[in-house]
């Protein structure tokens, strides 16, 4: 793989994958937890600084292994191969198509609403259609594909800042029915991290994506410096937003009438600004803030699956998995891509809409794999950082408190899941651990040059 991408276009990925459909319906959600403003700007502010967390442990690997699939390879530096053919088990098979699949159902929904269809047919055939042009435009190289998420990306902050804009300066403000109120820190010290714990579950979601950046780690122009930048700026900048954001929803609508219209926030603050163009216009940022998330997932996703494929190449050699192997390893030799592995997820996340069908489905299927695979990889700094680092590496500030307030938050959420939605969370780690027996097989078959 050849060097091609600048901060911009990192910038870009980080920004672009995380901002989805999740900050135009969260507040709505988190409004049946919180019982002041002054609880929403908290709960906003603090997935931020622990996203902030775990995406600058992630800097710092990246910095420490600059190859696509960084949180693969972290993994299987730490912790052995098993760890490693894990994780690109799941997302290749598990996590990875069902995240496409999931939010190119979302894309196809809002297609139908902006284009004026109800066929779900149709939604389908937009969701099919959205992945097939990701891969097209992949497929021409790693520049097209960064200059196509620096553009979705732009679009979608702008659109965004305008409607905050709209919200504050063209919208009348709501009248202040909401009492400040001091409730959860009445309720004891198991109330209050329930409390913590709810709110935290509502708009952590909508943080998810910072990951996915660093598989494209083997494509990026002076790693040591551009990653941690892309992932401190991002996640700022990101925070700020939805800070702003929420901002300008609640001095439009009351958190009263959030609670009692939690889906129509958006479009309230939309209508009151801009009148009925403004409804119309939200649909259409709505649909590109997917389109543009969709296009990170399929631009990043290969990266991962091409790193896995890659290393264990060989040792499918002569067994039934040898040419799905070298398939998805295959390197485009003009463009320098990895041809096999974005046809490959395009095909699977077609399968996978086929499948599911359901974005809820999907997400309570992986949350509590792919969540563990994440505490997993950012632990692996504790590890990774005195046998793989030099001094001219980026140093995470904060260490090792910073990795630690990641593992904490993100090992309560897990535990959460696996109590409040114990079948789909055991179905998605049946999948994924449906991966061992083929690493027995490919275990048994290690090349020559690595038995000493």
Same mark, same amino acid.
């Given at each position: 793989?050849?060097?091609?991408?600048?901060?911009?276009?990192?910038?870009?990925?980080?920004?672009?994958?995380?901002?989805?459909?999740?900050?135009?319906?969260?507040?709505?959600?988190?409004?049946?937890?919180?019982?002041?403003?002054?609880?929403?700007?908290?709960?906003?502010?603090?997935?931020?600084?622990?996203?902030?967390?775990?995406?600058?442990?992630?800097?710092?690997?990246?910095?420490?292994?600059?190859?696509?699939?960084?949180?693969?390879?972290?993994?299987?530096?730490?912790?052995?191969?098993?760890?490693?053919?894990?994780?690109?088990?799941?997302?290749?098979?598990?996590?990875?198509?069902?995240?496409?699949?999931?939010?190119?159902?979302?894309?196809?929904?809002?297609?139908?609403?902006?284009?004026?269809?109800?066929?779900?047919?149709?939604?389908?055939?937009?969701?099919?259609?959205?992945?097939?042009?990701?891969?097209?435009?992949?497929?021409?190289?790693?520049?097209?594909?960064?200059?196509?998420?620096?553009?979705?990306?732009?679009?979608?902050?702008?659109?965004?800042?305008?409607?905050?804009?709209?919200?504050?300066?063209?919208?009348?403000?709501?009248?202040?029915?909401?009492?400040?109120?001091?409730?959860?820190?009445?309720?004891?010290?198991?109330?209050?991290?329930?409390?913590?714990?709810?709110?935290?579950?509502?708009?952590?979601?909508?943080?998810?994506?910072?990951?996915?950046?660093?598989?494209?780690?083997?494509?990026?122009?002076?790693?040591?410096?551009?990653?941690?930048?892309?992932?401190?700026?991002?996640?700022?900048?990101?925070?700020?937003?939805?800070?702003?954001?929420?901002?300008?929803?609640?001095?439009?609508?009351?958190?009263?009438?959030?609670?009692?219209?939690?889906?129509?926030?958006?479009?309230?603050?939309?209508?009151?600004?801009?009148?009925?163009?403004?409804?119309?216009?939200?649909?259409?940022?709505?649909?590109?803030?997917?389109?543009?998330?969709?296009?990170?997932?399929? !631009?990043?996703?290969?990266? *991962?699956?091409? $790193?896995? &494929?890659?290393? =264990?190449?060989?040792? /499918?050699?002569? #067994?039934?998995?040898?040419?799905?192997?070298?398939?998805?390893?295959?390197?485009?030799?003009?463009?320098?891509?990895?041809?096999?592995?974005?046809?490959?997820?395009?095909?699977?996340?077609?399968?996978?809409?086929?499948?599911?069908?359901?974005?809820?489905?999907?997400?309570?299927?992986?949350?509590?794999?792919?969540?563990?695979?994440?505490?997993?990889?950012?632990?692996?700094?504790?590890?990774?950082?005195?046998?793989?680092?030099?001094?001219?590496?980026?140093?995470?500030?904060?260490?090792?408190?910073?990795?630690?307030?990641?593992?904490?938050?993100?090992?309560?959420?897990?535990?959460?899941?696996?109590?409040?939605?114990?079948?789909?969370? !055991?179905?998605?780690?049946? *999948?994924?651990? $449906?991966? &061992?027996?083929? =690493?027995?097989?490919? /275990?048994?078959? #290690?090349?020559?040059?690595?038995?000493?």
């Amino acid at each position: 793989m050849q060097r091609k991408l600048g901060l911009s276009a990192v910038l870009a990925v980080v920004m672009g994958d995380m901002i989805g459909s999740g900050i135009f319906f969260t507040p709505g959600e988190l409004a049946a937890v919180a019982t002041a403003p002054w609880q929403v700007y908290f709960f906003w502010s603090l997935c931020g600084v622990i996203t902030l967390c775990g995406a600058l442990t992630l800097a710092e690997l990246s910095a420490l292994i600059p190859k696509a699939g960084v949180s693969y390879h972290a993994l299987t530096e730490a912790y052995g191969p098993f760890a490693g053919f894990m994780q690109a088990w799941m997302m290749i098979l598990v996590s990875g198509p069902g995240a496409i699949a999931g939010v190119a159902i979302l894309f196809g929904e809002l297609a139908n609403e902006v284009f004026g269809s109800g066929s779900s047919n149709m939604q389908f055939i937009w969701a099919v259609a959205a992945i097939s042009l990701f891969a097209l435009i992949n497929l021409r190289g790693a520049e097209w594909g960064g200059r196509t998420q620096v553009v979705l990306t732009t679009v979608k902050i702008v659109g965004l800042i305008a409607l905050v804009a709209g919200g504050l300066f063209f919208a009348a403000p709501a009248a202040d029915t909401a009492a400040s109120t001091t409730e959860p820190l009445q309720q004891g010290l198991l109330g209050f991290l329930r409390f913590i714990g709810l709110g935290v579950a509502i708009v952590l979601f909508t943080y998810d994506g910072w990951i996915d950046a660093s598989n494209i780690a083997g494509e990026v122009k002076n790693p040591n410096r551009n990653f941690p930048l892309a992932m401190g700026i991002g996640i700022v900048v990101i925070t700020l937003i939805y800070l702003l954001v929420n901002y300008a929803f609640l001095r439009v609508v009351p958190l009263e009438a959030m609670r009692a219209n939690p889906t129509l926030v958006a479009p309230m603050v939309a209508e009151a600004a801009f009148g009925e163009k403004g409804g119309m216009a939200l649909g259409l940022l709505m649909w590109i803030s997917i389109f543009g998330a969709l296009g990170g997932l399929i !631009m990043t996703l290969p990266r *991962l699956y091409y $790193a896995a &494929a890659s290393e =264990y190449v060989d040792r /499918a050699k002569g #067994r039934w998995l040898g040419p799905p192997f070298r398939a998805i390893a295959h390197l485009s030799p003009g463009r320098s891509v990895p041809s096999g592995a974005i046809v490959f997820a395009a095909g699977v996340s077609i399968a996978a809409l086929m499948f599911f069908g359901s974005f809820s489905r999907i997400v309570t299927f992986f949350v509590v794999p792919f969540q563990f695979m994440n505490i997993l990889m950012v632990s692996s700094i504790f590890r990774l950082r005195k046998r793989l680092s030099s001094p001219d590496t980026f140093k995470l500030p904060g260490y090792p408190i910073v990795p630690a307030v990641f593992i904490f938050v993100m090992t309560l959420f897990l535990l959460a899941a696996l109590v409040y939605n114990p079948l789909d969370s !055991m179905i998605g780690i049946a *999948l994924t651990l $449906a991966g &061992a027996p083929v =690493y027995r097989v490919l /275990a048994r078959a #290690r090349p020559e040059a690595s038995r000493g």
